[in-house]
């Protein structure tokens, strides 16, 4: 079942970013099984990440997603499982696509049962391997560790925004914060671009201002909210209220919210840590990780940050311009660490 891409030729623009996902983030060693998972939309990037895994593993597996079924895919197909069951390092590489999260969390339950060092890059372009893609990881992880130790001790972020955003995130500090800042080990699989830290929060009071870009299909669906902001009002970690220009994006937006019982939850904050990334773009795999604080509602990643409650949803929400306060002390200035 395994797909050949040896024949779409090496794209020099997209090489320094495939290098860093394997080579740095991935560190794939010569005696090593890797498999990739991508699909027809991706296949750029896929083809310049099967070249760079095929100079340094052993082997490949390379699937393409259309190859199997029709999209969207809303089951973990058994080839896909069996490369991953075969594999010691693996990367999911495609598209970003409604009714397809049970697909992708198939995969994240085979990656953490096998302990498989694992990149997931969701929805990645061959503008964001040509931007976060080929940051200094080292600087970005000294980066994340030192925002991630400051968080650990902190009781209370606060949060503001030109736009209108003005929180109040309460932390457990029974919790973990997960730091990803982009080297992946078998003990925690992350997102490339890398960059972030992010926990379960205790509680979440104010208002969010998405005038950057909402998570999952909704982003490929809408893109940039700058010039149609969504405003989330929140109380005691509940959506309570929601209003935007854009009353698709609002309606899709409390659909996906309104899936489950904790859907509407906030199930994490994050704070992003990827330098190289100068401004959003309306994708989210790479917008999450800019110097900033973002929110996600539904599944609180538990195996992980250990909260003790789950749900078959999650999705990002991204703002502007941050200032942000751990206990009252200012640690970021309109999106730029004072740490």
């Avoid at 990739?36 to 393409?64: K, N, Q």
């Avoid at 391997?129 to 400051?150: H, K, P």
């Amino acid at each position: 079942m395994s797909t050949d891409l040896s024949s779409i030729p090496r794209d020099p623009l997209l090489e320094e970013g495939a290098r860093n996902a394997v080579r740095v983030c991935l560190d794939v060693q010569p005696d090593e099984r890797a498999a990739l998972i991508t699909d027809r939309e991706t296949l750029a990037v896929g083809a310049a990440l099967a070249h760079e895994l095929s100079d340094a593993a052993e082997s490949v597996e390379t699937i393409v997603l259309e190859s199997l079924a029709e999209r969207p895919i809303s089951f973990l197909p058994i080839p896909v499982e069996v490369a991953l069951e075969r594999a010691h390092v693996s990367i999911f590489a495609a598209a970003s696509r409604p009714r397809e999260l049970a697909l992708r969390r198939g995969i994240v339950s085979v990656v953490n049962a096998k302990k498989l060092r694992h990149a997931h890059m969701v929805g990645i372009t061959p503008r964001i391997m040509q931007e976060s893609m080929r940051a200094d990881y080292g600087e970005v992880s000294r980066l994340t560790q030192r925002v991630c130790d400051r968080a650990q001790t902190a009781q209370v972020i606060t949060c503001k925004t030109p736009g209108g955003t003005d929180l109040r995130v309460q932390l457990d500090p029974a919790l973990r914060w997960v730091p990803t800042p982009g080297p992946i080990t078998a003990q925690q699989w992350g997102n490339l671009p890398g960059g972030e830290t992010f926990t379960c929060p205790a509680r979440v009071d104010g208002t969010y201002v998405v005038d950057g870009v909402l998570g999952d299909w909704l982003a490929a669906e809408y893109g940039d909210l700058r010039a149609t902001p969504l405003r989330i009002t929140i109380e005691n970690s509940r959506i309570v209220g929601t209003s935007c220009e854009n009353e698709q994006a609002r309606e899709d937006f409390r659909i996906y919210t309104s899936t489950d019982a904790n859907s509407n939850r906030v199930g994490e904050v994050g704070l992003g840590t990827n330098t190289a990334i100068q401004g959003l773009i309306g994708n989210i795999l790479q917008d999450e990780k800019i110097p900033g604080v973002h929110l996600a509602f539904g599944h609180p990643y538990p195996e992980s940050t250990q909260a003790p409650w789950r749900s078959t949803t999650h999705i990002d929400v991204v703002g502007r311009e941050f200032d942000a306060w751990f206990d009252g002390e200012q640690i970021m200035q309109a999106g730029r660490y004072l740490i």
